[in-house]
């Protein structure tokens, strides 16, 4: 059985690769914290939020994340793909998560405000109804990616075919229309 925590605060905390294993965290706080280094193994996150945190390259295969908030938070070259899908309810605000993967996750509804998302991997991922508000999506990938009902409308530098991502009811700016037209050689001026 995890060890359980309710309603705590952590600040300033550099954890090491097994010091969160077997754990629930629930309506818990987490401020300026280094996961860098961990390798999780069974731990659950309710209803918290993490504020100005850094997963660079967490191993975070066996996570679950029920309604967890990542504000000004670093989350470069992390695999969400093996998270516990059961609930799976994150929202980024201001982060990096350049080079992450959400490969074949359903994450619908999920926001990404302000958030650089460069190279980030959403191949096969079911993208409907979440919202990139101001984001910069150099490179990332939507291959046969579901992005019914999504906004792109504020954001930019992403490139996406049409013929391999669904986008029925998607939003983009005009100012956006070169990244759906790109594979097709067409000039938008």
Same mark, same amino acid.
């Given at each position: 059985?995890?060890?359980?925590?309710?309603?705590?605060?952590?600040?300033? &905390? $550099?954890?090491?690769?097994?010091?969160?294993?077997?754990?629930?965290?629930? +309506?818990?706080?987490?401020?300026? +914290? #280094?996961?860098?280094?961990?390798? /999780?193994?069974?731990?659950?996150?309710?209803?918290?939020?993490?504020?100005?945190?850094?997963? #660079?390259?967490?191993?975070?295969?066996?996570?679950? /994340?029920?309604?967890?908030?990542?504000? =000004?938070?670093?989350?470069?070259?992390?695999? /969400?793909?093996? +998270?516990?899908?059961?609930? /799976?309810?994150? %929202?980024?605000? #201001?982060? $990096?998560?350049?080079? &992450?993967?959400?490969?074949?996750?359903?994450?619908?509804?999920?926001?990404?405000?302000? +958030? &650089? $998302? $460069?190279?980030?991997?959403?191949?096969?991922?079911?993208?409907?109804?979440?919202?990139?508000? #101001?984001?910069?999506?150099? =490179?990332?990938?939507?291959?046969?990616?579901? %992005?019914?009902?999504?906004?792109?409308?504020? &954001?930019?530098?992403?490139?996406?075919?049409?013929?391999?991502?669904?986008?029925?009811?998607?939003?983009?700016?005009?100012?956006?229309?070169?990244?759906?037209?790109?594979?097709?050689?067409?000039?938008?001026?």
């Amino acid at each position: 059985m995890p060890e359980y925590f309710l309603d705590i605060e952590y600040e300033n &905390s $550099i954890y090491d690769e097994e010091e969160v294993n077997f754990k629930e965290f629930e +309506c818990c706080t987490f401020t300026n +914290c #280094n996961f860098s280094q961990c390798v /999780f193994v069974a731990v659950t996150f309710i209803d918290c939020i993490f504020n100005d945190c850094i997963f #660079n390259n967490a191993k975070i295969n066996y996570v679950a /994340f029920r309604t967890v908030v990542f504000n =000004r938070c670093e989350i470069k070259g992390v695999n /969400f793909a093996m +998270c516990d899908k059961l609930i /799976f309810e994150i %929202a980024f605000n #201001n982060c $990096i998560l350049d080079f &992450s993967k959400f490969y074949t996750l359903k994450i619908k509804g999920t926001s990404f405000t302000n +958030c &650089s $998302i $460069i190279a980030v991997d959403f191949m096969s991922t079911d993208l409907t109804e979440v919202i990139f508000d #101001n984001c910069d999506l150099y =490179r990332s990938e939507f291959a046969k990616a579901i %992005a019914n009902k999504s906004n792109f409308k504020t &954001s930019y530098n992403y490139t996406i075919d049409p013929k391999i991502t669904k986008l029925k009811k998607a939003v983009f700016a005009l100012e956006g229309l070169k990244g759906l037209l790109y594979k097709h050689e067409i000039l938008v001026q």
